[in-house]
């Protein structure tokens, strides 16, 4: 099976397997029904048909389901700070991210694992902005200099203000959302250029499937309301939130994106939603911690997602090892090549280490190569009489080799090289100082940090930002 943007795709599901699953979470909306910890939700679903009972249990009939996939839009794009476009999500093309929150940073110069912040939280994004096949950025870390009821108003500064790229972001409330759209309309224009080129998405997190916490729901109205684009994500682990087998855990997690599609569709029809790209997940039930590269949860998300034609936000290049090792660098080429088989749109979490729990720079730099290296094995083959060089292979012979000639010159640049893997034999590397990935890779970041320079925000949008986290710190004081 060929995409439509001619990278091969990888299909696992049949579409029989898909449409059951599908049915499934259905069933369990209208049947079961979830709970919504949000009066003003509850209102908009009982005034569409929903059937509410025990106060906020609610039945969620099929046909809103319908109707909802019937206005979602099936595209979106996100803008860079400069107002172009930049990612096109949709079809089977696939753009990469890092991730937000980490509570720990393997620090690349000396190798400690330790709290991170605001110092760190900028150089991930000046790092971010300098690699090419980084594509939007979270923040990265959960900064501990700051104080915390605030502390994602300042990631949202370090993100707007050290890199032109587009955004993903994460607030601990709706107040810090509200705060996080000012920002970004400061920096863009206003509110009707933010809505039409948005520059920024904001990731929701949701406590489960079954049970739907206010502040998510508050921020799904806010966002659809201003029709800005929104994940609706809810967690779902296996054998704790969700039932253990895969097929019970896909039914439950995509029963609770549908509800955030809903609503999203009944408070303001055709405002741009973005579901969950992946899920599944369950307790590893020998140590009790959820991993992130469960192989068996691979490519159904983003099957469901596909068929139903919705935007999609879904993670890898990460790992469960506590360092960027061995372990690290096979779980991150893994769940990238996987995201890029599955047509992923929105890939996050690049540079996970600890199941979520410590980022890294270093990964996230072998991850930018990682990254090139499969679009590269997956790009477009070119075969003419050029490439073919049937000609040259005449004139060369049996006898003769190709070092000297001039399509040896004028093509060697075609081919794929490396900028962080090693490919030199055993004495060059020597020369080099013997060193391995994880070494080379901290020198890169190092290199980058001092020499990339991102284009800041002009003086007077800085001073802007800066009042309305002044603002924020005041009120929790």
């Known amino acids: 099976m060929i995409s439509e943007n001619s990278h091969p795709a990888f299909q696992r599901l049949s579409l029989q397997q898909i449409q059951k699953l599908h049915d499934a979470a259905l069933e369990i909306l ?17 005034k569409a048909g929903a059937d509410i009972s025990e106060g906020n249990r609610v039945r969620i009939p099929a046909k809103l389901v319908e109707n909802a996939l019937n206005t979602v839009p099936k595209q979106l794009t996100l803008y860079n700070r400069n107002g172009e476009p930049a990612i096109p999500i949709g079809g089977h093309r696939t753009f990469f991210g890092t991730g937000s929150d980490c509570l720990n940073i393997l620090d690349h110069r000396t190798g400690e694992r330790r709290k991170p912040t605001l110092s760190d939280v900028i150089d991930g994004m000046t790092l971010c902005d300098a690699l090419p096949n980084i594509d939007f950025v979270m923040c990265m870390f959960l900064p501990v200099d700051v104080p915390t009821m605030v502390a994602d108003r300042y990631q949202m500064y370090a993100m707007l203000n050290y890199t032109s790229k587009p955004i993903m972001y994460v607030t601990t409330d709706l107040a810090g959302c509200m705060d996080a759209v000012e920002m970004a309309q400061a920096v863009v224009g206003g509110a009707q250029v933010l809505r039409e080129r948005p520059l920024a998405g904001c990731y929701i997190n949701v406590t489960n499937a079954m049970q739907h916490n206010e502040e998510a729901l508050q921020k799904l109205l806010y966002l659809s309301e201003k029709g800005l684009p929104t994940t609706y994500i809810p ?14 855990n896909m039914a439950i997690w995509h029963a609770g994106c549908i509800v955030g599609l809903v609503l ?51 993670f890898g290049g990460f790992s469960d090892s506590k360092v960027a090792d061995q372990q690290a660098g096979i779980e991150a080429a893994l769940t990238l090549m996987t995201n890029i088989l599955a047509g992923s749109h929105l890939v996050h979490d690049i540079g996970y280490l600890e199941s979520g729990l410590t980022g890294s720079l270093v990964q996230v730099l072998i991850c930018n190569e990682i990254i090139d290296w499969i679009k590269t094995s997956l790009a477009e083959v070119e075969i003419n009489d050029q490439t073919l060089a049937l000609d040259i292979i005449d004139e060369v012979g049996p006898d003769g080799d190709f070092l000297n000639t001039d399509h040896t010159l004028k093509h060697f640049r075609s081919r794929w090289y490396p900028t962080l893997i090693e490919r030199g034999n055993h004495a060059q590397w020597l020369e080099y100082g013997g060193k391995d990935l994880g070494q080379r890779a901290a020198e890169q970041v190092d290199k980058l940090l001092n020499d990339h320079q991102p284009e800041t925000l002009p003086q007077d949008i800085q001073k802007r930002l800066q009042e309305i986290i002044q603002i924020a710190a005041e009120k929790h004081n």
């Open 30 to 46: 209208e049947r079961t029904g979830v709970r919504l910890h949000h009066q003003p939700a509850i209102n908009i679903l009982k």
């Open 264 to 314: 999203s569709q009944l408070n303001r029809p055709g405002s741009p939603f973005i579901t969950s790209g992946w899920g599944a997940s369950a307790l590893d039930m020998r140590t009790t911690v959820s991993p992130y590269t469960e192989p068996e949860k691979q490519f159904i998300a983003q099957e469901l997602a596909h068929y139903n034609h919705l935007p999609m936000f879904a």
């Open 235 to 248: 967690v779902a682990l296996g054998g704790a939130t969700a039932p253990i087998t895969i097929a019970g």
